[in-house]
């Protein structure tokens, strides 16, 4: 079975600082990566998501991701944080016919 | 893009009593859904999956007798959780997908069920 570990459950920055989530997977077949973002009392946006092709996948928001094969990971990226990125981020991977998510990671913006 | 309107957005009900959620894919034909149950502070948690005409297939420890999962057509699933009570309070999200996640998974905005 496919499955995904995030690394570090709270993830804090200041306004206009890098974001970086981590997200590594173990998966026996070429994965689907995806990673969703998770406001409070709402369901999960697609940020972006990555099946095959260009291993730098863009997404919304100004946020990025890069697959790599080596390092079995897929990192979420945002150059400059923003105050309305604090919410719950979650790396999931296909494995079909379901995905399998991470833990999470809470995004804290410090002003 | 894909669209997966989830209703309702909120319900409050009594003990003994059952709840419907409605899941609908609004602008494709979800092959799969998924119904998902969240707890505060954690991950989704995998309910069932359903296929359309065919019966849903429960996560072990997921008790298919109070969570009964309808899929009868390609637009439309329904979760019921039967004899409601407080511990079945939660967050409910389900989601839709095409093509075995090819095209990726679209979720619904969640149902915030509280019994009392």
């Known amino acids: 079975a496919q499955s995904v570990t995030q690394l570090g459950s709270h993830v804090s920055v200041s306004e206009g600082a890098l974001v970086l989530l981590r997200c590594n997977y173990s998966s026996s077949v070429p994965p689907y990566l995806f990673w969703y973002v998770q406001y409070p009392n709402q369901g999960l946006q697609l940020l972006l998501k990555?099946?095959?092709?260009?291993?730098l996948v863009k997404g919304i928001n100004g946020f990025e991701a890069e697959f790599k094969k080596s390092e079995t990971s897929f990192h979420l990226t945002k150059p400059s944080a923003h105050m309305s990125d604090a919410a719950e981020y979650f790396c999931?991977?296909?494995?079909?016919?379901?995905?399998?998510f991470g833990a999470g990671t809470t995004v804290t913006v410090r002003a | 893009g894909a669209v997966v309107s989830q209703h309702p957005s909120r319900v409050i009900c009594k003990s003994g009593t059952s709840v419907k959620i409605e899941c609908r894919s609004l602008?494709?034909?979800?092959?799969?859904m998924f119904w998902y149950r969240q707890f505060p502070k954690q991950s989704l948690m995998l309910m069932a999956t359903s296929n359309e005409g065919s019966k849903a297939t429960y996560e072990q420890g997921v008790e298919k007798d109070k969570f009964l999962i309808n899929h009868a057509s390609l637009t439309l699933s329904t979760l019921t959780v039967t004899s409601a009570h407080p511990e079945d309070s939660s967050f409910y999200i389900c989601?839709?997908?095409?093509?075995?996640?090819?095209?990726?998974?679209?979720f619904g905005s969640g149902t915030r069920l509280t019994v009392v």
């Open positions: 602008d494709f034909q979800a092959t799969t």
């Open positions: 999931a991977v296909s494995d079909p016919p379901r995905l399998s």
């Open positions: 989601s839709a997908s095409q093509g075995q996640g090819l095209y990726g998974y679209t």
């Open positions: 990555y099946t095959t092709g260009a291993t």
